[in-house]
């Protein structure tokens, strides 16, 4: 008898169905290519949108290695251009031309959000970078820490969102910490 109610208890948990979806967004011994857009914010009288490529060999499947390239077209602002026009005086500070960066990413957690009937895989990953800021002036030292968001598209594609911050060292009219923040949007594809 305690038997059949042993069995009559643990039947309705032993006919649930759990699924667990494998991981999808699978990083370790893949190399990610991406590609997209940028803005440098430095608050130094230019106004820098930029392209950005980005590789990432990734060792595990939380720690990868990056290299990352961003090139500028600089101009200054309005309100600058139009002292310059009226003056002739130009800022003290450098134009970017391009940022050539090499690091480490980390993957902090992986997650996934069902969308109507489909599911997106994401991880949010960190990562710090050390390299050179190129400007109309010299190249500087650069290092920066960044925060973003990684999302599986298709079987091989992703579209990453990326905020760094970023710091340099420029010879203005004293040598100075220029900081900035750099928000980026790409999409790639792993091999």
């Known amino acids: ?10 039947a309705p948990g032993a006919l649930a169905q759990v699924r667990v979806e494998p991981r999808l967004l699978v990083k370790e011994r893949h190399l ?16 820098s949108p930029g392209g950005t490529l980005s590789a990432v060999f990734y060792l595990r499947e939380d720690d990868g290695v990056e ?21 002739g005086l130009r800022p003290d ?13 980390h993957s902090l957690t992986y997650g996934k959000v069902a969308l109507g009937s489909s599911v997106v ?26 925060i973003g968001l990684v999302a599986r598209l298709g079987a091989r594609g992703y579209a990453q969102l990326d905020v760094a911050l970023l710091a340099s060292i420029e010879q203005r009219s004293t040598k ?12 790639g594809w792993w091999l």
């Open 1 to 10: 008898m305690r038997l059949l109610l042993l069995l009559a208890a643990l």
């Open 32 to 47: 990610f290519l991406s590609g997209g857009f940028g803005w440098l914010e430095r608050n130094d009288a230019y106004l």
């Open 67 to 87: 290299m990352r390239a961003a090139f500028f077209a600089s101009s200054l602002d309005g309100s600058a251009q139009r002292v310059v026009d009226r003056t």
């Open 93 to 105: 500070s450098q134009s970017p031309q391009a940022l050539l960066l090499l690091g480490w990413r």
């Open 121 to 146: 895989h994401f991880d949010v990953q960190s990562g710090l970078h050390v390299g050179t800021l190129v400007t109309d002036q010299a190249a500087t030292p650069a290092l920066s820490g960044s």
């Open 176 to 187: 100075v910490l220029a900081l900035g923040a750099l928000p980026m949007l790409s999409l």
